[in-house]
């Protein structure tokens, strides 16, 4: 779906006026479905010798759980089946335009639903881990003075962690819209019976927009995630 004309999410199922469902809700609501459903059928009948499903789903909960023991400790290895439904999801959610479709995360709405999720589960460990009085507490640290600095940081980080996946992806899609735009009337002023230009010179772009970025966007996502629950949950003494 490349067009200049259609950059916002689209709404495509009315239920009144003030209650709809847009592309990026259903879309979301498809890849998380999708991954579901893989990850059911990946176990169904688990081998001793993987293949198929069950051995692609072996290798993600590997890469996973290996990602999750370098970046946060072995000691924060529970924290794996959260980081890899979020990369999953976040990576089909950032690849839907390779088949024609919009990004639910070029939605803004997404992806600061995203980051939500995500501050609520950094102070919910931060105060499991450090207890109330230790939480309040480090926001305080290693001057009181820093209070407002360190609560301006809690919030400004899932902000910042969604507008950079959100611009990164609607930048993809805005460019291949002015892409596709541009040939199709290149191919329309060279009187071409059928749409040349378009079919094949925006796929090395295609490939990077639609399968390179989206891996990257999720990745980093994902990585930035376990900065800071890993940063949340250090004790004093790990300090």
């Given amino acids: 779906m490349h067009d200049m004309n259609n950059l916002g999410p689209r709404i495509i199922i009315w239920f009144s006026d003030k209650f709809y469902i847009t592309e990026t809700v259903f879309w979301a609501i498809i890849v998380a479905i999708a991954v579901i459903i893989f990850a059911l059928v990946s176990v169904r009948r688990m081998e001793r010798d993987p293949k198929g499903a069950q051995g692609f789903a072996e290798l ?23 980081i890899g439904s979020l990369f999953l999801f976040l990576m089909f959610a950032n690849a839907l335009g390779l088949i024609g479709f919009r990004p639910v995360t070029a939605d803004i709405n997404a992806t600061s639903a995203l980051a939500v999720l995500v501050f609520f589960v950094i102070q919910y460990n931060s105060i499991r881990s450090r207890g109330v009085g230790g939480y309040l507490r480090h926001f305080c640290e290693p001057y009181p003075f820093m209070l407002p600095i360190k609560v301006m940081e809690e919030f400004t980080f899932p902000l910042s962690l969604s507008f950079r996946i959100f611009g990164n ?9 002015l892409v596709f735009m541009g040939l199709g009337h290149l191919s329309e002023a060279l009187h071409l019976p059928i749409p040349l230009f378009e079919a ?26 376990m900065s800071f629950v890993a940063k949340a949950i250090a004790t004093h003494a790990e300090h």
């Fill in 169 to 177: 992806i609607l930048a993809g899609v805005i460019i291949m819209a």
């Fill in 200 to 225: 094949v010179i925006p796929l090395p772009l295609n490939a990077f927009f639609d399968i390179f970025e989206p891996i990257l966007q999720a990745f980093v996502f994902s990585m930035l995630t």
């Fill in 60 to 82: 993600i909960v590997e890469f996973t759980y290996k990602m999750v023991k370098d970046s946060m400790g072995k000691n924060s290895v529970a924290f794996a089946p959260f």
